[in-house]
C-alpha cells in the first residue's frame, strides 16, 4: 500500500482510521483524555462532568431515503454525546458549502437540522457558514460538535466492559449504510431500505435513569457492529462472544448485503446502540428499552468473557465459530 | 419462501452435520472452486463443525485471484492513458500490480470509479463523450454476459466511447486443468453456484465423463453447503461418483441460454494465462472481430512487459490447493489485508483474506 498518502480507507472508520489516529494524531495532540478514545472527551471542569465530540458529515447522496445530511449531523453528535452518559444540551454547526448549490436544498437541509434539534431537545448555539469555489467540495458537508452534562454516578466508558456483561443492541443493524447505498448507486427495491437516523439521547436518558450502572454506552455507525466490538474487547482487554441468529437484521437489507457480498456486521448504523451492562440486570434494562420505539427490536446479542482477550467470536446460526475481525478498509462490492 | 432464512436453519444445519460425522471414516479433501462458497465457508464456520477428516479446500474461483500479473499490469496501464477513466467492480481496485494499484493510481489523479453494473459505465461514457472509457471485465460466465451485453448496448446506441478490456475467465476449462495437472489431491468438487446459473449442469458433463470426480453444484447457505457435502462425502465412500445439482431452485440443466447466447455473441474462447496455474487452452475470452472496436486492449495497445508474481507470494499455490494460506511464508507478516502482496489477500473472496479474517 502507498504510505504516503491517505487513501479513502483511512476513513472508512476500520483499523486503518485507527492506525492514522494512533500514528499521527495522538503523538501530537497528546493528552490523556484524547488517548482514552472514547467517542467523545469527558471533561472535568470546575466539579462538572461534561461530554464533548465533534464530527464531520460528507454523506453522499446528501437526501437519502430516511433522512438528510442535515439531520444526520444533528443525530450523529447528540448520538456522540449521549454515548458518553450525557446529556446533550448544545451543538454548533459548521458548514462547508460549493458555490452553486441549490438555496431551496440548504434551506430542506436547516430545516431538518432544526427539527432533528428540536426532537432531540438540544440547541444548535453557534455555527459557521463557509463557500468554496465548484469542485473544492462536493456540494455541502456539515460538521456539528455538541456538549452535554453527565450526571452523578455515570460512569461510561469503553473499558468498563467486563466478563459477565450481556450485551444489548437496540435493532436492526446496516439500515443506514445499504440505505445511502442503495440511493447512491440507484439501486431498486421493492420495498424501499429506509437509514434508521435518530437521536438516542431520549432513549439514553431513560435508561440511565433506572439504571445508572450500564458499563459501556456506543452507537455503531461507520465500520458498524463488528468493529464498535472489536474496539470495546481491546480497550477494555476481555473477550467478546455474540450470536448470529440473535442479531436483528431486516429482509430486505439481508438481501442487498447478500447480493453485493457486504456483511452487515460492517455496515454503518446511525440510529442505534450497544449497552453492556452486569447480566443479572440484562433483561431488565432490556425489557425498558423495547418499551422505547427506538428500541422495539432491542435484543440481547452477546456477553463479555474472560477468554479470548481483545478479541471477538461470533457463534454462527448452524453452531460453528468464526472471529469478526476489525474493519479493514471500506467494503468493495464483489464482481461475482 | 424468502430463499434466506430456511437455508440458515440452525435445526437443520445440525442434523446434516450429524450425518456427515457418522458417515466420515477416513480423510477426504473436497476443493470449493468458487470464492463466494470460501466466504460463506468462514462466515458460518462451516470448517469448525466438519470432523477433523474432511478437508475443504478452496479453488481457483476468486475471479480477481486468478487474473494474471500482467493483466492486473495492463489494467494499472490502461488506466494511465491520458484521457481515460476507469470504469470496474470494486475488488480490482486494492490489487498490487507489479509498481502500482489502481487505488495508489486513484490517488494520483486516475479517474477511476467503481461501478456496480455495466450499464452505469456506458451512462459514465454518454456522459463524458470527451473521453475514453474502459470498462476492466474481470470475471468468470457469472459476469461476463452483463460485458457483452454493455458492448450490444453501446454498440446500438452508437456510444464509441466505451471500451471493455477482456480479462475473463471461464470455469470448466479450469476445472480441468486442476485434475490433468494433478495440482493437489482432490476427492470431489463443489462446484460454484452463480457460474452454473449461467451454464447449467451440462456445461460439466465432458468433464465429468473424462474424471469420473464427484461434482455437486450447489448454493452458498450453510444448508446447500453442508448437504453438498453429505452429498460428496457418501459419493466418494461408495466410489459411485455422480455429477448432481443440489442447487435446483437457480441452476437448471440447460443455463441461462439468452445469456451464454449473448456472451459468445460478442467474445470467442481464447487460450489465457491464470495466476498460479499457467496457460490455459480455450479459458479465456477475446472480442469476436465483429466487435473489435470495443477490445480496449486492441485499441490502446499498452505496452506492458511479462511480469513475474511477487516474490514469495504463494497465492498460486494457494488457488490450487497446494498449500493453505497460514503455509505462506508471507501470510500474515509482510502480506495482510492492509498492505497485500498479493490478490488472495485483497479480494473479499480471497482464500488469504478469508483466512486473514476469519481464522484464528
Known amino acids: ?336 | 419462501m424468502k430463499y434466506i432464512q430456511e437455508y440458515r436453519d440452525s435445526r437443520l444445519s445440525r442434523k446434516i452435520i450429524e450425518q456427515i460425522a457418522a458417515i466420515s471414516h477416513r480423510d477426504i479433501r473436497i476443493m470449493e472452486v468458487c470464492g463466494t462458497h470460501t466466504v460463506s465457508i468462514f462466515r458460518n464456520g462451516i470448517r469448525t463443525v466438519l470432523p477433523a477428516n474432511v478437508s475443504l479446500i478452496s479453488g481457483p474461483g476468486c475471479p480477481v485471484c486468478v487474473t494474471d500479473q500482467k493483466e492486473i499490469d495492463t489494467a494499472i496501464a490502461l488506466a494511465a492513458q491520458e484521457n481515460a477513466i476507469i470504469a470496474t467492480f470494486g475488488d480490482l481496485i486494492r490489487v498490487p500490480g507489479t509498481f502500482s494499484s489502481l487505488q495508489k493510481e486513484q490517488a494520483d489523479g486516475r479517474d477511476i470509479r467503481i461501478v456496480y453494473s455495466t450499464f452505469d459505465a456506458i451512462n459514465i461514457a454518454r456522459q463524458n463523450p470527451d473521453k475514453d472509457v474502459i470498462f476492466l471485465g474481470i470475471g468468470f460466465e457469472t459476469t461476463a454476459p452483463t460485458i457483452a451485453a454493455s458492448v450490444l448496448a453501446a454498440k446500438k446506441a452508437g456510444v464509441s466511447n466505451y471500451f471493455v478490456y477482456s480479462a475473463h475467465k471461464l470455469m470448466p476449462p479450469a476445472l480441468e486443468a486442476l485434475m490433468n495437472r494433478e495440482l493437489s489431491r482432490i476427492d470431489g468438487f463443489l462446484l460454484p453456484g452463480h457460474v452454473s446459473v449461467i451454464i447449467g449442469t451440462k456445461a460439466y458433463g465432458k468433464f465429468f465423463d473424462k474424471y469420473r470426480i464427484p461434482c455437486v453444484i450447489t448454493g452458498f447457505e450453510p444448508v446447500d453447503i453442508l448437504q453438498a457435502v453429505l452429498n460428496l462425502t457418501e459419493m466418494i465412500n461408495a466410489g459411485s461418483p455422480r455429477l448432481e445439482n443440489d442447487y435446483p431452485r437457480a441452476v437448471t440443466e440447460a443455463g441461462n441460454t439468452e445469456a451464454t447466447k449473448i456472451m459468445y455473441s460478442v467474445f470467442e474462447p481464447c487460450d489465457t494465462a491464470w495466476r498460479g496455474i499457467g496457460t490455459i487452452a480455450g479459458s479465456g475470452l477475446q472480442f469476436r472481430p465483429e466487435y473489435a472496436g470495443f477490445d480496449a486492449k486492441a485499441h490502446f495497445d499498452p505496452d506492458v512487459p511479462d511480469a513475474l508474481p511477487p516474490k514469495g507470494c504463494a497465492c498460486g499455490e494457494i488457488l490450487t490447493g497446494k498449500l493453505t494460506p497460514p503455509q505462506c511464508p508471507l501470510y500474515k507478516t509482510k502480506c495482510t489485508p492492509m498492505n497485500p502482496v498479493g490478490p488472495c489477500m485483497v479480494s473479499s473472496e480471497g482464500t488469504c483474506a478469508a483466512y486473514y479474517k476469519y481464522h484464528d
Open chain 1, 1 to 336: 500500500m502507498d504510505q504516503t498518502r491517505i487513501l479513502l480507507d483511512h476513513g472508512s472508520g476500520g483499523k486503518l482510521s485507527n492506525d492514522l489516529i494512533a500514528e499521527l494524531m495522538l503523538p501530537v495532540f497528546d493528552n490523556p483524555v484524547l488517548a482514552g478514545m472514547e467517542d467523545g472527551a469527558t471533561l472535568d471542569i470546575q466539579g462538572c462532568r461534561i461530554a464533548f465530540s465533534t464530527d464531520s458529515y460528507t454523506v453522499e447522496p446528501i437526501f437519502f431515503p430516511g433522512g438528510n445530511i442535515g439531520d444526520l449531523a444533528v443525530n450523529g453528535t447528540v448520538n456522540d454525546v449521549a454515548m458518553c452518559g450525557a446529556i446533550p444540551l448544545y451543538l454548533s454547526a459548521g458548514m462547508i458549502i460549493e458555490a452553486g448549490f441549490p438555496k431551496a436544498d440548504l434551506e430542506k437541509i436547516l430545516k431538518s437540522m432544526g427539527m432533528a434539534a428540536k426532537a432531540a431537545g438540544v440547541q444548535i448555539v453557534t455555527g459557521d457558514t463557509k463557500v468554496v469555489a465548484q469542485g473544492a467540495a462536493d456540494k455541502i458537508f456539515i460538521n456539528t460538535s455538541g456538549i452535554g452534562l453527565i450526571p452523578e454516578g455515570v460512569r461510561i466508558s469503553a473499558a468498563n466492559a467486563r466478563p459477565g456483561d450481556k450485551i444489548i443492541l437496540s435493532g436492526t443493524i446496516a439500515d443506514h449504510g445499504m440505505a445511502v447505498l442503495s440511493r447512491r448507486e440507484g439501486l431498486e427495491f421493492e420495498s424501499p431500505i429506509e437509514s434508521d437516523s435518530a437521536a438516542l439521547n431520549l432513549l439514553v436518558g431513560r435508561m440511565l435513569d433506572t439504571y445508572p450502572d450500564i458499563h459501556v454506552l456506543r452507537d455503531p455507525t461507520r465500520g458498524g457492529v463488528g468493529t464498535a466490538l472489536n474496539e470495546i474487547a481491546l480497550h477494555a482487554e476481555t473477550g467478546i462472544r455474540i450470536y448470529e441468529d440473535q442479531i436483528p437484521v431486516k429482509d430486505s437489507v439481508a438481501g442487498i448485503c447478500e447480493l453485493l457480498g457486504f456483511d452487515p456486521l460492517y455496515v454503518a448504523n446511525e440510529g442505534k446502540l450497544l449497552a453492556f451492562v452486569n447480566g443479572d440486570h440484562a433483561e431488565t434494562l432490556l425489557n425498558l428499552i423495547q418499551t422505547d420505539p427506538l428500541g422495539k427490536d432491542a435484543c440481547i446479542i452477546g456477553e463479555v468473557v474472560p477468554d479470548h482477550s481483545g478479541k471477538v467470536i461470533m457463534e454462527t446460526a448452524i453452531g460453528g465459530e468464526r472471529i469478526i475481525d476489525m474493519l479493514t478498509g471500506e467494503q468493495l462490492p464483489r464482481i461475482c
